[in-house]
């Protein structure tokens, strides 16, 4: 069964801290996304992550992957309150097609 | 950019309604995608299609059907809608490149 962990389910951190959200997953892919869900919304793409190495970055958030180890982070830099909110990864796998999927998200709180 | 477009932000139905929850993609995608979000539960995928007329069970179908008459429409329909069908449901199409791009979601409430 594939899985897709991500950790921690639950963040907090002060405004001006650094911190890294894990995203590991137990299926052949070279492809990992990440989403961003504000309460209530529906989720919003990230970054697309294509290939092994590959590094991201808009704003405070920058996102990498690496295939061997399969696993991707999601590093926030010098947080702010704006960027409370729920992160998802997710993979789509070789051996399904086109489906995602997707881990159990990171709850994000960024207090002042 | 890619956009789905889901009919209703806020849907409230009664026990024993029909329910249909329109999605609808402009970048001629295949495949579509229908989810529910609960929390605690994460996203689960009901249903899928990967062309006109075709479709695929997800991980939790049992009271819902889907139709894909369209290339570019997809629906969800609660044939009699329960109070556990009470949910955030999203509806996504998919490019290779860049992923899912997910509708703005139905929060629907069955009382």
């Known amino acids: 069964e594939l899985k897709v962990e991500q950790n921690p389910l639950f963040l907090s951190m002060q405004e001006g801290k650094n911190y890294t959200i894990y995203c590991n997953y137990s299926?052949?892919?070279?492809?990992l996304y990440w989403y961003r869900q504000d309460p209530g919304k529906s989720l919003e793409s990230l970054f697309v992550?294509?290939?092994?190495?590959a590094v991201k970055q808009e704003g405070r958030l920058m996102a990498s992957l690496d295939t061997k180890a399969r696993l991707s982070t999601l590093h926030i830099t010098a947080a702010v309150h704006d960027l409370s909110a729920t992160y998802f990864c997710?993979?789509?796998?070789?051996?399904?097609?086109?489906?995602?999927?997707f881990g159990t998200g990171t709850s994000l709180t960024v207090i002042p | 950019d890619v956009k789905v477009t889901q009919s209703s932000r806020y849907l409230v139905k009664r026990t024993g309604e029909k329910v249909f929850l329109e999605c609808v993609q402009d970048?001629?995608?295949?495949?579509m995608f229908w989810y529910r979000q609960d929390p605690g539960l994460g996203l689960r995928l009901i249903y899928f299609s990967y062309d006109v007329k075709m479709k695929e069970k997800g991980d939790i179908p049992e009271g819902y059907s889907v139709s894909r008459e369209k290339k570019e429409r997809f629906s969800l329909i609660l044939e009699s809608a329960s109070t556990n069908q009470t949910s955030m449901y999203l509806c996504?199409?998919?490019?290779?490149?860049?992923?899912?791009?997910f509708g703005s979601g139905t929060r629907l409430t069955v009382v």
């Open positions: 992550l294509l290939s092994n190495g």
């Open positions: 996504a199409s998919i490019g290779r490149v860049y992923g899912y791009t």
């Open positions: 970048m001629d995608h295949e495949n």
């Open positions: 997710a993979v789509d796998s070789l051996l399904t097609g086109n489906q995602f999927y």
């Open positions: 299926t052949t892919s070279d492809r």
